[in-house]
C-alpha cells in the first residue's frame, strides 16, 4: 500500500515537472506571469491598510491576522492551482470526453487528469504568501506550521474541486456549479470569519469549507490549540479521500457509457 502510494506520488511529480518545462521554454512569459500576480496580489493590501488606520480591529481580526489570513490563502491558492490546475476543469474534461486520454496511463486516472498542467501565475501566489508571513507579527517559529496549512489548505480546496467536478458524472451543466464553488472560495477565504454570522458561516464550514481552509488554521496559528490541529488534519484527510471516492464511482459510469458506445 505505502509502496503504491510512493509510485503515484512519484508520478505526479514527473508529470508536474514535464508540465513546468513546457511553460519554462518561454522564460519572459514565464518570469513575468509570476511577478504581476505577486503585484496583483499586493494591491489588495492597500484596502486592508487603509481600513485599520481608523479601526483596531475588523471580525475580531487584527491587521497582523488579515495579513496571516490573505498569506495563508495566496499560498494553498498557488499550491493547489500550480500542482492540480486540472482539477478546476475537471467537470469539463469529463463533459468532453477527454478523460479518455488518462484511462491507459499506468498510474491514478484522477492523479493523472489533474496534474497534466500547471499554472504559472501560482508560483506567484505561493511566493506572495511566503513574502507575507514575514510582514506579519508572527514568531519565524509559527512557519513550518503556516506551510503545513499551506498544503492542507491546498488539498482541501482541490479535493473540492474534485467532488464538485465529479458530480458531472451524473448531472448535466453542473460545471456551472462547480465553477461557483472553485470562485467562492478563495473569494471568501480573504475575509475575516467574524463578519459572517448565522446561516452564512455554516455554509462556510460545510457547503463552502472556508474554515477548515483559513478560519481554524488562523486561530491555530495566532493561539495553538491541538485539537483544533487534529480536526484540519481529520477533516483534510476525510475530504481527500472522499474526493477520490466520489471521483471513481464517477469514473465506472464514465467508462460504462463509453463502452456502450464503442458496441454501436
Not at 85 to 105: C, F, H, M, P
Not at 194 to 220: A, C, E, N, Q, W
Amino acid at each position: 500500500m505505502l509502496t503504491e502510494v510512493k509510485k503515484e506520488i512519484k508520478l505526479m511529480l514527473y508529470s508536474v515537472r514535464y508540465a513546468l518545462i513546457r511553460e519554462m521554454l518561454n522564460k519572459i512569459t514565464f518570469f513575468s506571469n509570476i511577478v504581476f500576480m505577486i503585484l496583483n496580489n499586493a494591491s489588495f493590501i492597500i484596502q486592508w491598510i487603509i481600513l485599520y488606520s481608523v479601526k483596531d480591529n475588523v471580525g475580531g481580526y487584527t491587521f497582523s491576522q488579515i495579513l496571516l489570513l490573505w498569506g495563508l490563502a495566496s499560498t494553498s491558492f498557488g499550491i493547489s492551482h500550480f500542482f492540480f490546475k486540472r482539477a478546476y476543469n475537471l467537470s469539463n474534461t469529463i463533459v468532453n470526453g477527454s478523460l479518455d486520454n488518462y484511462l491507459l496511463q499506468p498510474k491514478n486516472v484522477l492523479l493523472s487528469a489533474i496534474t497534466s498542467d500547471v499554472e504559472v501565475s501560482a508560483l506567484g501566489d505561493m511566493a506572495y504568501g511566503i513574502l507575507v508571513f514575514f510582514f506579519t507579527k508572527e514568531s519565524i517559529k509559527l512557519f513550518p506550521l503556516y506551510i503545513f496549512f499551506s498544503i492542507t489548505s491546498a488539498l482541501v480546496l482541490t479535493s473540492i474541486a474534485v467532488i464538485y467536478g465529479s458530480l458531472s458524472f451524473w448531472f448535466t451543466n453542473s460545471e456551472q456549479v462547480a465553477d461557483r464553488i472553485n470562485s467562492a472560495l478563495p473569494s471568501f477565504a480573504t475575509y475575516p470569519e467574524g463578519i459572517f454570522k448565522g446561516f452564512i458561516k455554516i455554509i462556510l464550514y460545510t457547503i463552502i469549507p472556508v474554515g477548515i481552509i483559513s478560519y481554524l488554521p488562523i486561530r491555530v496559528l495566532s493561539s495553538f490549540n491541538i485539537l483544533t490541529l487534529i480536526i484540519v488534519i481529520g477533516i483534510t484527510i476525510t475530504l481527500v479521500l472522499l474526493s477520490f471516492l466520489i471521483f471513481n464511482r464517477g469514473l465506472k459510469r464514465y467508462s460504462s457509457s463509453n463502452l456502450m458506445v464503442a458496441r454501436i
